[in-house]
Each structure stands twice: as C-alpha cells, then as structure tokens.
C-alpha cells in the first residue's frame, strides 16, 4: 500500500521558497546561477531541480576563513558563559522555526516528518546542552609534587572550526559542531553537502539573526556553499584549526590526511557498518520493532543505520519471519504523509549501489527475503522509492563488510556467542552496535573490552536514535571522532597546562639539581 499522491517539484519549490523565507533568508532566483555552473539543489520526492545556486568562489572561501579568523581574536576573550547568550538565542530561533526547518529537511534529504521534526529538535537540545556546558568548561587541578607549587590545566578557544556534513544529517551535525564551537569560543566556517544547500540556508540565517540580536561578531558563522573542492580548501588551510568532517570513509581518507600534512586537528565521523547481535533469550517482539526502525528508518540512509544482524541459528526463521512480516507492513511513498515511513533515497546513485549490492549479495548466495524493489517509478521517474530489503546472506562476505548507503539489512547467523562476536567486529567500520538479550551475562560480554568494538555499544535498543547526551562517533574507519555530548567538546579547544610556584624557592621537578 503506497500513497498515491506525491506533490509536484513546482509545489515543494513554493514550499521551500516560503520556508525559506519565513526564516529569514533572501529571495532566491530560479537560477540564481546558470546551468552547468554552481550546485543544484534538488528534491528527491520528485528528483526535479528547486533552485540553481551559485557556489562560493576560491576568493570568497578564502575571505570567509579571513572574517572568521578576526572574530575569533574577539571572541576568545568573550567569557564563555556569554558566549552561551548566542547559543540560547540559537536555540530559541530553532524552536520557532521548528516546522519550517523540518518542512526544508523533508523537501530536501527526504524524510518523513518525525524524522525531520525529530532531527531540527536534536539541534535545540544541543543548544540547549551547549549553553549549559559554556559554564562547564572544566580544567582539573593535579596534585603538585613541589611544595609551594600549584599544577593545573586551563581550556582555550582553539580557533576557526572548519565543518563539512553530509546530505543525510544536514541540520542536527552542523548544531553538534556550531553550539559547542561556539560556546568553546571558535568561529565556525560551514561546507554543507552539496546536495543540501537549502537547509543550511536557513540554518546560517538563523543564525545571523541570533549574532545580531546578541551583538557578537559578524563573521563568527560563515557558509560556503560548493562542493568537494570548497572542503579541499579548508582541509588545506593552515587557518582552519580544526577540520570536522562527517562523510563517507571515502570523504575522510582524502581530507584527514591534507590535515594531517599541516598538524592541523581532524575530527572525523564516517561511515558505519552498523550490527545488532540477537542471541536465544531476547525478546523478540520488541526485537523485531527495534530493528525495524533502525533498518528501515530514514530509508536506511542514517550512518548508524542497521545494515547486519547476527542471529542465533535457533531463532533465526522465526525472527526471519517476523521482520519480513512487519517490512510488509511500512508504507513507502511521500514522507509528507503522515502514514509515510520510509521516504526516498537520496537519488539515482544511492538506487545503483543498491542494486549493485543486492546482485552481488545473491551472487555470494545470498536470498533476498522481502523487498530491494522500486516503488512510484510511474509517478515519479526521476526519484527513487525503494521497498527495504531483508537478505539472508550464508556468510559475512565483501558487499557485507561494505556500507552501502541504501536500506538493505544482511541476516547471519551464529552458534556460539564467541562465533557472533567475531563475526560482529569483523568489518573495518566501528560505529554503532547492539545486542538483544535477557541474559546478563550476554549483554555484559557485550559492552566489555573484548566484545563490541564500537564507539556505540545497546542493549535491547538498536543501532540508530541516539541521545544528543552521550559522546557520538566511532572507531575503526569510522575515524574516532566524537562529536555531541559528554566531553567532546574538547576537540574544539586547546588545553594549556600550568605550572605556578608561588613560593620564594625553585625546586625542580623529577628531583634534578642544576648549579
Ligand atoms: P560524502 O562523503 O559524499 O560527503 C560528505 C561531505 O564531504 C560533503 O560536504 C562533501 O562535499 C564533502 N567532501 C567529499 N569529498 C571531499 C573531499 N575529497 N575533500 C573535502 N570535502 C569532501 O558523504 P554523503 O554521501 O553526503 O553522506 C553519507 C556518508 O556519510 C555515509 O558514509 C554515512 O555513514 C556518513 N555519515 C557519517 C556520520 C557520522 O557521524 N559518523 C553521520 C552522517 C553521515
């Protein structure tokens, strides 16, 4: 069962025209640049072309890092706590322009409105984690071994953040990156995903009220709209003292490396190739609903989406059986609709890797169980609605090591709980990870040094929908980056350790006696 109504390109671009608008930025031309040139900035509920819009220039990317680098001479002597004026007024943009930014989510990365409500709300609770944390910027005071001495250690602004995002994340990954930056006394120079340029309008004019209206400086948010080769700049530019770069592994081989070369800071969050291990005891119902969301949801394009399951031999029919049932029952078509839960990919590229994985999957012996078949190509040739696929796969081959960025989940399955975890850390990613269990024992084994090698390790939830609370990233080719809560907003400064003696003698550390 699929909606049969899918709004026309000419309607969404109405839409995201008024959205737009609503918060704050200017009037677009249709083609506001001419064809060949500039990015396109298209819809995939139609695949059809919104706008045309001009990317930044060589010269304008490298006037932005100019701007940013002078507002980051005053804004690092701004106390942080006022600094988290910004953020809260941030915050409090965001929330009135709740719907508007989740109507430009859905028209422009695709999903459904939950989804894309859910994903503008998890940038108001990082504002809100944000302003908390500009008053919790801790150092720790160490004993001192010298008498009359006092060691500690103090967090500075480190400089200009330089941030890359990807098309499925296109607003919550930027709040990560901007609340704490800013709140940590760093400008921000944001390369959105060339393929949402809109939302991140939007984002950049809230946030320019947000300065205004708390009189900070101008040009700490600077927005370069282009492609690839604006995020060469900045992984170049000795300027940029942290690159934060959230892409494919593919994406994060090519840029850490560029910063690398500098000594410049790297915070990389890529791909992942997500498992949940279901063991004899779980509960198979909620089993079953956990995995459905993390499978299926936002049309399997999350980098925590779950893409292998790992199941006990004795179970694996019957859970088998039940999620082909419940894929059975998940609408796919327009994510405006309400009834709507899985939305378009992102476009044609995404459906040819995904036919490409499901051909190589069978040709490893695989059976697809349920779905990998396109839906609305009638009403919507130029877009791409797939039916999630459930492949039953005899072994952990190639394709299965490999993220294919689509909604396929592979089913494997194991005898012993020993076997499940090699076959779970077997991939070259490290990102999320869950076990299903009643048993203790299990799920302990599971979150301990020699279980899951993941920088996200559940129990009894699955693999996507994380807190904005916890630290967010992963290991492995996921890069080790950790963006969000908990204590990553270290990245984003530089630690200075003190040394004070504030006594009338000089003893020297280690006992070393010099004249
Ligand atoms: P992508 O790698 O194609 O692009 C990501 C960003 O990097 C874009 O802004 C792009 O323009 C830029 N970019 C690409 N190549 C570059 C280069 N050589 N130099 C500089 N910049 C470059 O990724 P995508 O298709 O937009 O997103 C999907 C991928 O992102 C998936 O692999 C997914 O797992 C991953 N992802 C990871 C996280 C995470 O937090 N770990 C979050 C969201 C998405």
Known sequence: STPAQLPSTEELRDLAADRLRRCGVGTIGEDAAPEGTGITARTPLTGGVLYRLPAATTEEADAAVTAAEAAFREWRTVPAPRRGALVKRLGE??????????????????????????????????CDFAVGLSRQLYGRTMACERPGHRLAETWHPLGVAGVLTAFNFPVAVWAWNTAVALVCGDPVVWKPSEQTPLTALACDALLARAIADTGAPAALHRLLLGGREIGELLADDPRIALLSATGSVRMGRQVGPRVAARFGRCLLELGGNNAAVVTPSADLDLTVRGIVFSAAGTAGQRCTTLRRLIVHEDIADRLTEKIAHAYGQLRVGNPFDAATLVGPLIGPGAHAAMDKALDAARADGGTVLTGGDRRLADLAPDAVYVRPAVVRMPAQTAIVRAETFAPILYVLTYRTFDEALALHNGVPQGLSSSIFTRDQREAERFLAADGSDCGIANVNIGTSGAEIGGAFGGEKETGGGRESGSDAWRSYMRRATNTVNYSDALPLAQGVTFG
């Open 93 to 126: 943009l965001l929330t009135e322009h709740q719907d508007d930014l989740a109507d430009l989510v859905t028209v422009e990365a695709g999903k459904i409105r939950s989804e894309a409500l859910g994903e503008v709300r998890e940038m108001t609770d990082m």
